[in-house]
């Protein structure tokens, strides 16, 4: 830490964890869970969508989505989270962390309710608002990715600040979860008032007419933990760093802090001048020195988040595939239709429950104590190995004595994916680039894990097919199968691995550390040892 730091960035780094902090994590954590819900509800209504919109009479089996359909329903949130993210971290750093953040909520919040609702008088019309309301409420999403990582890292101090981004990102965990459970609970009620027969006893009355507003209540909840935060999130103070270092307002920054401290900051204007001129706080994102700096940062932050996301969303949004070939949900031709979303909603929740939500926690309890860059790696590694380890022996796993290895091993590389980089690559890009970019850096490294998204849950969806045409989804061309597409998982997993090693460890240093914000021209800071006048300790130069 540098001795021209400013006294308010100083107390911040070494303030004790205290209340603030907790208020902070659950402010910012409700927006990641009801991003969450939102983005992970719809696979559990997927297949009543498609019973309710594409019923064909005399068929053997429940209708489903075309293709074209279920990669629209299921992707559109994507590409409105894409958007969003970088629309919104752009506009972190140009109009202040707070101000975006409220809007980001509101939007999440309306476009909930408004997917709930869609209308329209054939299939395709209400399936093209559902699209459109998606959209929408992605884009919503994608801002509170960049802002929540990096108001929670801005707040935080040295010590604790990876588990309190990483605690933010856990309540995504809780997110899924709760939309499981809900469903469950949605789906218990309509089953226990309208009791229908099985499809292949009935196919017409297997799914009743009230089951249209099983899908539309379970979208529109998502709307109820955004709205209940909207009050505090408007409380909350702008962050000191945006405000001292970005918008260079001493005094601001040190009255904010003083009230969320509880102790007395002097303004430090004229410090706040000397550092925000310094030539190395003038570059932008796209100059010259930026690469220099930070080209290699941004690489290993947009790479790792890339890869991570296409094993992570292939395997997320397939699930209820997995378990149908396994045989956890019976063949849909065997349940009504609100059964169906009982089993579906039931299975989720079980891997939820026991690899899902204790994968992020594991990191935050373990994330300040051996660094981002190893529990990264670490990760990375058991992904590969439980890919291979799926994929290799794959006709083993599908015999039904197997089943209960199967999802052992598929709970495995999941626990991994969350006690290992799904929450790092999340923590790590708040971290090190400076406080004028930090949001739209931020919001470009999570932009590119929202395009591997869509590389999983679209690309995935075609090559997980069967080679064998006649044994293939309805509308869909033959793929490489499930087990080649395990060994493809695999082997983008390992590309993870190499490419972590371009990411910086950030563990146990201030922000103006990692980002160099206080240095000089020549990349020196003030001589190699650089003393922190607030704590009285020597600390190396980053």
């Not at 209308?119 to 019309?125: L, P, V």
């Not at 093209?128 to 919503?140: E, H, I, N, S």
């Not at 890869?307 to 997320?316: E, G, P, R, T």
């Not at 695999?490 to 460890?505: A, D, H, R, S």
Request: hydrophobic share 45%; charged share 15%; net charge positive.
């Amino acid at each position: 830490m540098t001795k021209d730091n400013l006294q308010v960035l100083n107390a911040l780094d070494v303030a004790k964890t205290q209340w603030y902090h907790f208020t902070a994590i659950i402010i910012a954590g409700m927006g990641f869970f009801t991003d969450a819900y939102d983005l992970f509800c719809i696979s559990l209504v997927t297949k009543l969508l498609g019973r309710i919109y594409y019923h064909v009479d005399g068929a053997a089996k429940p209708g489903t989505l075309p293709p074209n359909v279920s990669a629209a329903v299921n992707g559109v949130a994507f590409c409105g989270t894409l958007a969003g993210q970088l629309f919104f971290g752009w506009l972190g750093d140009k109009m202040g962390r707070k101000r975006v953040y409220g809007m980001t909520l509101m939007l999440m919040v309306i476009c909930s309710v408004a997917s709930g609702l869609s209308f329209g008088h054939n299939a395709k019309s209400v399936m093209a608002t559902l699209c459109f309301f998606r959209f929408w409420l992605g884009f919503g999403i994608g801002g509170d990715y960049p802002l929540s990582a990096t108001i929670m890292s801005e707040y935080a101090n040295k010590k604790t600040r990876g588990a309190f981004i990483a605690a933010v990102f856990a309540m995504q965990g809780f997110g899924i979860m709760a939309g499981g459970i809900f469903a469950i609970i949605i789906s218990s009620a309509f089953k226990a008032r309208f009791d229908a027969p099985a499809y292949e006893d009935n196919p017409l009355r297997s799914t009743v007419s009230q089951a249209d507003f099983v899908w539309r209540i379970i979208l529109m909840v998502g709307a109820l933990p955004a709205a209940l935060t909207y009050y505090w999130r408007m409380k909350m103070p702008e962050t000191a760093r945006y405000t001292a270092l970005v918008a260079k307002n001493a005094k601001q920054a040190a009255s904010d802090m003083s009230k969320v401290l509880q102790v007395d900051l002097e303004a430090e204007q004229q410090k706040v001048e000397q550092i925000t001129e310094k030539p190395a706080n003038a570059f932008g994102l796209f100059s010259r020195e930026f690469l220099r700096r930070h080209g290699l940062h941004l690489l290993g932050t947009t790479s790792t988040w890339f890869l991570l996301d296409i094993a992570f969303y292939s395997q997320n949004l397939f699930q209820k595939d997995i378990f149908s070939a396994i045989g956890w949900i019976p063949p849909a031709k065997t349940m009504n239709a609100i059964e169906e979303v009982y089993r579906i909603a039931r299975a989720q929740t079980l891997i939820a429950l026991c690899s899902t939500v204790p994968g992020y926690w594991f990191t935050v309890a373990f994330i300040d104590k051996m660094g981002r860059f190893a529990i990264q790696l670490m990760g990375f590694f058991f992904m590969t190995v439980f890919m291979f380890a799926l994929a290799i022996p794959y006709n083993h796993w599908t015999h039904k004595d197997n089943r209960i290895g199967f999802v052992m091993m598929y709970s495995l590389t999941f626990f991994f994916a969350n006690f290992g980089p799904n929450a790092t690559t999340f923590v790590v890009p708040a971290e090190i680039f400076p406080a004028r970019l930090r949001s739209t850096c931020h919001g470009i490294s999570a932009a590119s894990g929202k395009l591997g998204a869509m590389v999983g849950a679209f690309g995935f969806l075609y090559l997980a097919q069967s080679q064998d045409k006649t044994k293939t989804d309805a509308g869909y061309p033959a793929g490489i199968g499930v087990k080649n597409s395990l060994l493809v998982l695999g082997g983008i997993n390992f590309l993870g691995i190499l490419f972590t090693f371009l990411v910086p460890e950030s563990k146990g240093k201030s922000l103006e550390e990692m980002s160099r914000e206080n240095e000089d021209e020549n990349g020196e800071g003030p001589g190699l040892e650089q003393t922190s006048s607030f704590n009285n300790r020597t600390v190396p130069a980053y």
